[in-house]
């Protein structure tokens, strides 16, 4: 009996060592070396993938160091306050004009046809009625085209600084141009209001933005002087709605101006100085 049961234990034993060295490969354990199937569709997808595509991350990193959108950008400002540079030393001859002709103030104010054609017609002086013309047409394309250059600036800095805030700088240029194109004194007045408190917003929003450069004393000079034009600006804002003009509220207009052409002419040369000074010669940024 002992000798039957310690045969059937032998029997099972090798039973149990030809399973285990019979043992189908799929049976066996995998080994710690071997490469998972999702690993090398990994790889795979890698490889395919096509290189040209960006990711938006890696687009705006390309578009915020672009030296060209910098410069785009800053040449639209000098251009813009060239005009509204422009735009106010014609409105001061205008204004001296019609002093030395005894234009009364209600009339010059006035941008409707009607008005002139009336006042023109009972004393006799049709020809200034075309010299009216002209100069309204002039002072409309200066305006328009100084403000839509503003509009460019907001949009360009947007895609350099991916900031909200640049569209600040887009509606005072918008509100600008509907100024422009306005045909009341009422109208113009509001509209203007608008543009330069928008005007004023961006100039706060340049003095409080942080740099990561050095030297940035230099900028700061360009949107001190920009702060200072746009608070003048709304100065003469409040004056237009009161509805006292003057020659002083025209001079104020000229002085800002130069303020602003100032620091746009300030921007770009910091600009430059700054690119010959830190830029090497493996890659082109901007501040």
Known sequence: MISEEAGLRQ??????EKHEDGAPESCMPLAMDS??????IDDNYAERKRPYLPSWYSLYDRIKGSIYIAFLSHICFILASIFYLILALVA???YLYTK????????????????WTNWTSENGVDYILDKWEAYNLKYEMLYILGALLFVFVGLFDLLRYFDCLNMVLVLAG???????????YQATTIWDFVSVHMFLIEAINLLLRKHDYEG?????IGDVCFLIGAALDCIGSYVGIAGQQGLWVIQM????????????LTDITAEIYYLRKHVSNDGIGTV
């Open 11 to 16: 029997v099972k034993e090798d039973e149990a």
């Open 35 to 40: 490469v998972p199937l999702s690993t090398e």
């Open 92 to 94: 001061l001859n205008w």
């Open 100 to 115: 030395r002709l005894g234009i009364p103030e209600d009339v010059v104010n006035e941008d409707t046809d009607e008005v």
């Open 174 to 184: 918008v509100a600008g141009m509907i100024s422009a194109l306005s045909k009341t």
């Open 216 to 220: 940035v004393a230099c900028f700061r």
């Open 253 to 264: 207009d000229v002085f800002s101006c130069c303020l602003w052409l100032l620091s746009a």
